[in-house]
């Protein structure tokens, strides 16, 4: 039997979150694991959220919960899922659902959570990041913004918050031993009234050398359907 690695260890001994005013109560949470066919002792962590996701004027349920799986293997032990949830009166009703340890391939963890209003038209979008634990020396924690349009969610962007490649010195060319941290600007986003996503970039090294002082630069990203959903620069 393979022994787990350092980050998948490192996320079972997290506790559930806290309770926040946007948190669903214990006992409901409960109901959210169920309603998600896992049991609610194998939840490492989850984020339960109400707020209005969908076109109309109820809210919806946003789950996103890190779990042991209950396989043995490094890869698939412990699992990340999100689910939006609509209530037709005591029941749940699944609107939208992600696997992001079967995408994956697994080597997945520390799911978060966060539903914020992006472009001002007042339904919010899904922000969800995870540990990415396929590659033993490199580092990474991915993130998704989700937006609805039409009929169905949109990956609006994919990529990485935090990289770090500068142990990788034997799997990876000099290039792209980055290390560096991103983060979502919500202000900054609002004020291009949903035509970009803006993040400041955090550069600590390149090409695995550390630089004298961290660089900070703006990044943008397109919004708008038909566009190039992925980071540009070290989505590797």
């Known amino acids: ?26 006992d409901t949470a409960t109901s959210i694991y169920q309603a998600m066919g896992i049991a609610p002792t194998k939840v490492m962590n989850g984020s339960i959220l109400t707020a209005k996701v969908l076109p109309g004027a109820d809210k919806q349920v946003v789950a996103l919960v890190t779990f042991l799986t209950g396989r043995r293997d490094e890869a698939g032990a412990v ?20 696997d992001y340890g079967k995408e994956n391939g697994g080597h997945v963890g520390r799911g978060e959570l966060e539903i914020v209003d992006l472009d001002g038209d007042s339904r919010s979008e899904i922000v969800v990041t995870y540990q990415d634990a396929r590659d033993r020396v490199v580092e990474r924690r991915r993130c998704e913004v989700l937006v609805h349009e039409g009929s169905g969610f949109r990956v609006a962007w994919v990529g990485d918050l935090e990289y770090d490649a500068t142990r990788a010195a034997r799997d990876l060319p000099a290039e792209r031993r980055d290390r560096y941290t991103r983060k979502l600007d919500v202000p900054g986003t609002l004020k291009t009234k949903g035509v970009s996503l803006i993040f400041t970039k955090t550069t600590i090294a390149v090409a695995g050398e550390r630089l004298p002082k961290p660089k900070t630069t703006t990044e943008a990203f397109s919004l708008q359907p038909g566009a190039e959903s992925r980071e540009s620069q070290g989505d590797r």
Not at 79 to 98: H, K, M, P, S, W
């Open 79 to 98: 699992g990340v899922r999100l689910e939006v949830f609509q209530r037709d009166g005591d029941r749940l009703e699944t609107a939208y659902a992600r």
């Open 1 to 26: 039997m393979k022994r787990l690695g350092p980050a998948i260890l490192a996320g079972m001994f997290l506790l559930l979150l806290p309770s926040t005013p946007r948190t669903e109560a214990a």
